[in-house]
């Protein structure tokens, strides 16, 4: 328990030096291999956690905010738009 709670407190520390792009990467990577390694089964849990965090990293960066604190939209016809956060 001991060793968990300083590899967060560690981690949070080297995080927070990142820019808020970077931030983003790190987060999805993490929780796609926390997803990944909690639904694979038990003899392929490295595999399902590589896996999850490349698809975490990469849907981090496609579906993360705009760069200058805005955020991508879409209408009603499909047409993708950038505006400021609501």
């Known amino acids: 328990m001991t060793r968990s709670l300083l590899l ?4 949070s520390l080297a ?9 983003r990467t790190a ?8 997803v990944g390694a909690a639904v694979s089964s038990d003899k ?7 896996v999850g965090a490349i698809v975490g990293a990469t849907a981090a960066q ?3 905010p705009a760069p200058g604190g ?3 939209y879409r209408d009603q ?4 738009y950038v ?4």
């Open 8 to 11: 967060i407190v560690g981690l």
């Open 15 to 23: 995080i927070s030096a990142c820019t808020p792009a970077e931030q």
């Open 27 to 34: 987060i999805g990577a993490v929780g796609g291999a926390a």
């Open 44 to 50: 392929d849990r490295e595999k399902g956690a590589i």
């Open 62 to 64: 496609l579906i993360g």
């Open 70 to 72: 805005k955020c991508y």
């Open 77 to 80: 016809y499909g047409n993708q």
């Open 83 to 86: 505006a400021a956060c609501r």
